[in-house]
T-cell receptor, first 117, second 113 residues
Framework: AQTVTQSQPEMSVQEAETVTLSCTYD???????LFWYKQPPSRQMILVIR????KQQNATENRFSVNFQKAAKSFSLKISDSQLGDTAMYFC??????????????WGLGTSLAVNP | SQTIHQWPATLVQPVGSPLSLECTVE??????LYWYRQAAGRGLQLLFY??????ISSEVPQNLSASRPQDRQFILSSKKLLLSDSGFYLC????????????FGSGTQLSVL
């Protein structure tokens, strides 16, 4: 079965510190994309970062970076220098590529992150 | 640029009334379209997705239906709303040319009373 597990329902971090959100997934496919999405209190879903499974190099976007371990099927998100605006629900997801695959993302249940002043 | 419009932002409807939520996409053609529902503080539940005009796949048996009358228009409907239909509804689209990035609308908060 294709699943995404986010084992931390809630987390908190002090402003300016670093926090890591965990995500593991299960798939038998070899070609896919992985994503982290952020949903702040406004409820607008925002793409944080994307990783192609065929790339070994971990993706980075400013203060956000991932630790992608393909063999372990792990895709954690690290937020450095946390800011109050990082307070949000964070969702991990993946999508299979290639012909014959439907175009659906498989989602985790989310991690609620609170950044404290 | 790609834009997705979803309306209304909030909706309060009585039980048994009909529903129509509309979503339109600009700046792309032949997108994959999705309707999600999100309960308060919970994850995303995929309701319907469409890979082309008139092609609708339903993920969860329920009181809702979806239609895609035009390439960039996706409509979520119900003939008679139930209390359990309350939730936050999100429309989204993606396409291979954007590396499968999912673009989301701003959502509709539906309260069925």
């Amino acid at each position: 079965a294709q699943t995404v597990t986010q084992s931390q329902p809630e987390m908190s971090v002090q402003e300016a510190e670093t926090v890591t959100l965990s995500c593991t997934y299960d798939t038998s496919e070899n070609n896919y994309y992985l994503f982290w999405y952020k949903q702040p209190p406004s409820r607008q879903m925002i793409l944080v970062i994307r990783q192609e499974a065929y790339k070994q190099q971990n993706a980075t976007e400013n203060r956000f970076s991932v630790n992608f371990q393909k063999a372990a099927k792990s895709f954690s998100l690290k937020i450095s220098d946390s800011q109050l605006g990082d307070t949000a629900m964070y969702f991990c997801a993946f999508i299979h590529l290639g012909a014959g695959n439907n175009r659906k993302l498989i989602w985790g249940l989310g991690t609620s992150l609170a950044v404290n002043p | 640029s790609q834009t997705i419009h979803q309306w209304p932002a909030t909706l309060v409807q009585p039980v048994g009334s009909p529903l129509s939520l509309e979503c339109t996409v600009e700046g792309t053609s032949n997108p994959n379209l999705y309707w999600y529902r999100q309960a308060a503080g919970r994850g995303l539940q995929l309701l319907f997705y469409s890979v082309g005009i008139g092609q609708i796949s339903s993920e969860v048996p329920q009181n809702l239906s979806a239609s895609r009358p035009q390439d960039r228009q996706f409509i979520l409907s119900s003939k008679k709303l139930l209390l359990s239909d309350s939730g936050f509804y999100l429309c989204a689209w993606n396409g291979w040319e954007y590396n499968e990035k999912l673009f989301f609308g701003s959502g509709t908060q539906l309260s069925v009373l």
